[in-house]
């Protein structure tokens, strides 16, 4: 079971949101008063699998919801909704699903510093966990497919943006076997170095998984900016290896730091890894 923190939408108005300019700067919230949810990673495998999109050339008018998170294809994103704007966002895409519409997503675009990024990730509600008196909600998502924003529009309450769905390039490289298994396993052996979660049991989809390399990063404690950048990759090879990179990398942080905690208490001395 892996535990994944709680979003809340941010305080401020997105609709003064434009692509690149933004007036207001946002934040993660706390997790909810319960604690962190405790969520098994995969049974979205299976059911993303059978709801996965192919590349899309038409613009799309899409809900957007502004965080500062990255929000990758396939990933789970639990939110509580307590804004108006953002209740009647969710309320319309909770319709469209009952209906069978193809309007049911809306988008995670990263927004942060008085930006906002124009490369995201659509969003479809699984679950709505919990309905209060007041009108807020709980409710649990994932990322499905990647777009990228054209122009933004405010005549609604919450921000919209005229969108762009993508894939990766039919001429890209597939991933192999033997790499595909070498970051699985690096994985692996990075999470059992991590004394928090020694006794997690961390259950990857199998090497015939496409999209691998969003599971591993979405799980990863790297930075947004990796995160986002590994967003608009376009060919799951090159992203296997960004991501093998990036646990190398957190590798070497956590060996020196938990070296240097050994050396604290004594009279030992630690040399930084070059």
Same mark, same amino acid.
């Given at each position: 079971?892996?535990?994944?923190?709680?979003?809340?939408?941010? &305080?401020?108005? /997105?609709?003064?949101? !434009?692509?690149?300019?933004? *007036?207001?700067? =946002?934040?993660?919230? #706390?997790?909810? $008063?319960?604690?962190?949810?405790?969520?098994?990673?995969?049974?979205?495998?299976?059911?993303?699998?059978?709801?996965?999109?192919?590349?899309?050339?038409?613009?799309?008018?899409?809900?957007?919801?502004?965080?500062?998170?990255?929000?990758?294809?396939?990933?789970?994103?639990?939110?509580?909704?307590?804004?108006?704007?953002?209740?009647?966002?969710?309320?319309?895409?909770?319709?469209?699903?009952?209906?069978?519409?193809?309007?049911?997503?809306?988008?995670?675009?990263? &927004?942060?510093? /008085?930006?906002?990024? !124009?490369?995201?990730?659509? *969003?479809?509600? =699984?679950?709505?966990? #919990?309905?209060? $008196?007041?009108?807020?909600?709980?409710?649990?998502?994932?990322?499905?497919?990647?777009?990228?924003?054209?122009?933004?529009?405010?005549?609604?309450?919450?921000?919209?943006?005229?969108?762009?769905?993508?894939?990766?390039?039919?001429?890209?490289?597939?991933?192999?076997?033997?790499?595909?298994?070498?970051?699985?396993?690096?994985?692996?052996?990075?999470?059992?170095?991590?004394?928090?979660?020694?006794?997690?049991?961390?259950?990857?989809?199998?090497?015939?998984?496409?999209?691998?390399?969003?599971?591993?990063?979405?799980?990863?404690?790297?930075?947004?900016?990796?995160?986002?950048?590994?967003?608009?990759?376009?060919?799951?090879?090159?992203?296997?290896?960004?991501?093998?990179?990036?646990?190398?990398?957190?590798?070497?942080?956590?060996?020196?730091?938990?070296?240097?905690?050994?050396?604290?208490?004594?009279?030992?001395?630690?040399?930084?890894?070059?």
């Amino acid at each position: 079971m892996l535990v994944f923190p709680v979003w809340r939408e941010p &305080a401020e108005k /997105a609709a003064d949101l !434009k692509i690149q300019v933004c *007036a207001t700067r =946002l934040t993660p919230l #706390r997790a909810t $008063d319960n604690g962190p949810r405790t969520i098994d990673a995969r049974p979205f495998a299976t059911v993303l699998q059978s709801r996965r999109w192919g590349l899309a050339v038409a613009e799309v008018l899409l809900p957007l919801f502004p965080l500062e998170v990255v929000l990758l294809p396939e990933a789970p994103l639990p939110l509580h909704i307590f804004e108006d704007r953002y209740k009647r966002m969710i309320g319309e895409c909770l319709e469209a699903q009952s209906q069978g519409s193809d309007r049911e997503e809306f988008g995670v675009v990263l &927004a942060r510093e /008085a930006e906002m990024q !124009k490369v995201g990730c659509s *969003a479809r509600i =699984l679950e709505v966990t #919990r309905r209060y $008196d007041d009108g807020r909600l709980d409710i649990l998502t994932a990322g499905t497919r990647r777009f990228e924003v054209l122009y933004t529009k405010d005549e609604k309450p919450y921000l919209e943006g005229g969108v762009v769905f993508f894939d990766d390039e039919e001429e890209s490289e597939a991933p192999t076997e033997e790499g595909t298994q070498r970051v699985r396993d690096m994985f692996r052996e990075f999470v059992r170095r991590m004394p928090q979660t020694s006794e997690v049991s961390i259950d990857l989809p199998g090497p015939g998984d496409y999209y691998l390399s969003f599971r591993i990063a979405a799980l990863l404690p790297a930075d947004l900016a990796f995160k986002q950048q590994l967003l608009s990759v376009r060919s799951e090879a090159d992203r296997l290896g960004r991501v093998a990179q990036a646990i190398e990398i957190l590798t070497r942080k956590f060996d020196w730091t938990r070296k240097v905690r050994e050396l604290a208490g004594g009279n030992g001395h630690a040399q930084p890894r070059t």
